[in-house]
């Protein structure tokens, strides 16, 4: 057992979802509360936190990879950097890793990344530790206050998924659903808008779910929570991700027609366009439930834009199975979407099913699809020219006088200021979208509202 310094610098590499990306926000703030600066770029940390996605791919082989590069970095600087493995294969396979990975000091699970501080402390005594602990919701009360963070901020209000897609890891990485409480989550967005975000993105697993008792004791849903939210004062808009077909009540919908500052966008995953896959995957929803559940949304805000996700290739998927996928696209007309081959995941039911499909038809049926996907995204993009839309201004543009920032239909949106005009990061600017690419729009500025 050899002790070492305590670590001067960190670096937080997060993976996949926008879940994950929030808990390396909060994991960054927390090392940041013990007195450990950000590495800066292009320097070797002393501590490093690999933040992990187990969805798809053999996202375990990618961590050992990166724990190989970061050892022999190290060897070449003649001092190993600390190694943390959180995220989602933290929590799946963390034995594994400790056993396979002598580097590693700390594996820290999605539930308990607010204890990696005393984790940390033991790690500089030599002593390695790994937790995996599924407390409810415990971290939140032990996370240090956010302090200035971007105009768009994300917001965990629910964790954790009850629904066991057949081919999906989240019910074991994650746990079970556990909503946070409505008074934290108000106090927590008014802190973020203090801290100076204009737009708050509710995040979950399966956020449609997120239930809780406001300050009146009412029993409230996620409608509820987004009309309370949307009273903070300085906070522009609201958006939130990721949502179930069977958790959408008519308060939602009506929300979207009622509530100005939620946006107009809905990241709806559908997975597939055959119902007997659908039930393989056990979705509990049909592609035509589905799609009427996108019309209701449409009547409630008939200029909502549609986002959702597709695995191609779930095993005993069928060629016509894959054309109903082609299908139910043609029907929807996504402004964006998300597609992905199937990849077998350890320890659920689609892992072993038959009828694994060869990865030249995945990655065939996956080009069509996206193809497809590409041509809608034009498509949405082409018929929001011309309009005029409030964008919030995220950051600067690759030239002088250029800023990114996003439509209410979450496009990226750049334009150039004007003379006079002064957009700085944060405002809410109006623009005439003048321009259609396949991924973004350019625009014209109009006026600059204050901030
Ligand atoms: N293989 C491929 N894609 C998956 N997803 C979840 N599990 C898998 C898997 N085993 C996709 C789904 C989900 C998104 C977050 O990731 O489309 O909605
Ligand atoms: Fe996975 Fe299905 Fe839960 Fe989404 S709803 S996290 S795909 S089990």
């Not at 600066?37 to 053999?58: F, Q, S």
């Not at 934290?184 to 509710?202: F, M, S």
């Not at 039930?279 to 008939?302: G, I, K, V």
């Not at 041509?375 to 309009?387: K, S, Y």
């Amino acid at each position: 057992m050899t002790t070492r310094t305590a670590p001067q610098t960190y670096r937080v590499k997060s993976f996949g979802c926008q879940m994950n990306v929030y808990d390396g926000e909060r994991m960054a703030e927390l090392l940041a509360a013990q007195g450990i600066a950000p590495a800066a770029e292009g320097e070797e940390a002393d501590l490093v936190v690999l933040n992990t996605c187990h969805i798809r791919e053999k996202a375990a082989e990618k961590v050992y990879s990166d724990i190989g590069r970061l050892t022999k970095a190290g060897r070449a600087a003649g001092k190993q950097p600390l190694i943390a493995v959180a995220g989602c294969v933290a929590q799946a396979e963390g034995e594994e890793i400790m056993a396979r990975a002598p580097a590693v000091s700390m594996v820290v699970g999605p539930q308990a990344y607010h204890r990696l501080p005393e984790m940390l402390a033991r790690a500089v005594e030599g002593e390695r530790a790994t937790d995996t602990d599924m407390p409810a919701i415990a971290k939140f009360a032990a996370l240090p206050e956010r302090r200035r963070i971007a105009p768009a901020a994300f917001l965990t209000v629910q964790e954790g998924c009850d629904k066991f897609c057949t081919y999906c890891v989240v019910p074991y990485t994650r746990g079970a659903e556990i909503s946070r409480p409505y008074a934290d989550l108000v106090t927590e967005a008014r802190k973020l808008v203090d801290a100076g975000a204009r737009e708050i993105t509710l995040l979950g697993q399966n956020v449609s779910a997120w239930s809780g008792a406001n300050d009146r004791g009412h029993r409230i849903g996620l409608a509820g929570l987004i009309r309370d939210l949307a009273e903070v004062d300085g906070l522009a808009r609201i958006r939130y991700t990721t949502s179930h077909p069977a958790d959408m009540d008519d308060d939602l919908i009506a929300a979207h027609g009622e509530i100005d500052k939620l946006m107009p966008f809905l990241h709806l995953p559908v997975q597939a366009g055959s119902d007997r896959v659908l039930r393989a995957m056990n979705r509990s929803h049909t592609a035509e439930s589905y799609l009427n559940l996108l019309d209701r949304f449409r009547a409630a805000r008939p200029d909502i834009a549609l986002s959702g996700d597709f695995i191609v290739g779930f095993p005993g998927e069928s060629e016509a199975e894959f054309a109903d996928t082609l299908a139910l696209v043609d029907a929807v007309g996504y402004a964006q979407a998300f597609s992905f081959k199937y990849s077998p995941r350890p320890g659920t039911p689609a892992a072993t099913m038959p009828g694994q499909i060869a990865p030249e038809v995945m990655d065939e049926r996956l080009q069509r699809l996206q193809a497809a996907l590409n041509r809608d995204q034009l498509a949405f993009n082409r018929n929001t020219l011309g309009r005029t839309c409030e964008v919030l201004v995220e950051r600067k543009g690759k030239h002088p006088g250029q800023w990114l920032g996003k439509s209410p239909w979450l496009q990226s949106v750049w334009f150039a200021d004007e003379p006079g005009h002064g957009a700085a990061i944060g405002d809410v600017v109006t623009a005439d979208l003048v321009e259609a690419g396949p991924n973004s729009m350019r625009g014209a500025l109009r006026q600059v509202r204050a901030a």
